[in-house]
């Protein structure tokens, strides 16, 4: 019997819808576009120290080369921000640490793969075996340039993919199939001339609209990046100690953001509000314990303490604050404990 893919395609969207997705779209192989600007990226050594992102050459803008026989891709949404969870409040008060929201919860690369793979198997059970491989933000995968081709949404200022309906605080995920399904029309941008996510950006590393460069940009420095955080970019960092959501709290879009029905993604151990001081004293043992299944884990223990001296040097000047810098002062790490001293001038 033949297939009807039109069929398929929108039971693929109804099963998607009930694994918790909030969006599903379809769309090709054809990323050149993405590919020239991704290649300009590069050469203006926007990516910093992040190699990964040249090593496998055309693969990560060439899906056929990553997976072959993949002719079309699935790619999904999944809203990530718990209810009532603050956001400017944290900002504001430098005693305490903001870590961005989606980290908040249990690492979403398992979650969203684990959905995915049961996307897959739906679709097996309906139609036999077929060609696929899924992703979430785990190989050499343009998920924004795919996301904004699939109609997901479009590519905001900030270099996000925004909707309409749901803002930004969504993450993506992948599936390469060798289904020839039909394709999803891209939207509209819907940016106009609003800059506000270029202007709040703490170290302006919106160099351009859509344009990152990852070596000002907060969640670079705090997460990937493995050595020290440049002096010029310390103070702007605030109380920001994992990643950075600024330009996603002032968006005009996020006013409509939908908040998550994912109970995974709701914060652990107190992490939406808790005291910069009390992260800093964590161990080496308390930090792995508490980041069981986190992308917290992701800059190390080293790049952890790192951060959070970096905010405590921002914080208001306090015994509890002095000590506990000080504490760390002869911790078996340079590159720490060049943060602890900087921070310990910032109080004199």
Known sequence: M??????????????????GFYKVGITDTNLSIAESRLNQWLENKFNANMDYMQKHGTKRSR????????????????????PDV????VLKDKSKAYIARYTLGKDYHKLIRKKLQKLAEKIQAEIGEFGYRAFCDSAPVLERAIAEKAGI????????????????????GEIYTDLPLPLDEPIKAHCGKCTACIDICPTQAIVAPHIIDARRCI????????????????????NRIFGCDDCQIICPWNRFAKYTKETSFLPRHNLDNIKLV????????????????SALRRPGYVGWLRNIAV???????????????????????DIVQEHVKWSLDKHK
């Open 2 to 19: 033949q297939l009807n893919f039109n069929e398929l395609k929108n039971q693929i969207k109804d099963w998607g819808l009930e694994l």
């Open 63 to 82: 899906p056929e080369e990553l997976v072959p026989g993949t002719i079309r891709i699935i790619s999904v949404s999944m809203n990530y921000l718990p």
């Open 219 to 238: 969640s670079y420095l705090t997460i990937e990046n493995k050595g020290s955080i440049p002096i010029e970019f310390r103070k702007a960092m605030g």
């Open 278 to 293: 009390e992260l800093f004293m964590w161990s080496e043992e308390t930090f792995l314990e508490k980041t069981q299944g």
């Open 311 to 333: 905010a405590l040097g921002n914080s208001p000047t306090s015994d509890e604050v002095i000590s506990a810098l000080k504490s760390r002062l002869n911790f078996p790490s």
């Open 86 to 89: 603050a956001l400017k409040e």
């Open 153 to 172: 949404g479009w590519t905001g200022k900030n270099a996000m993919i925004m909707n309409k309906e749901a803002g930004s605080w969504f993450l993506l």
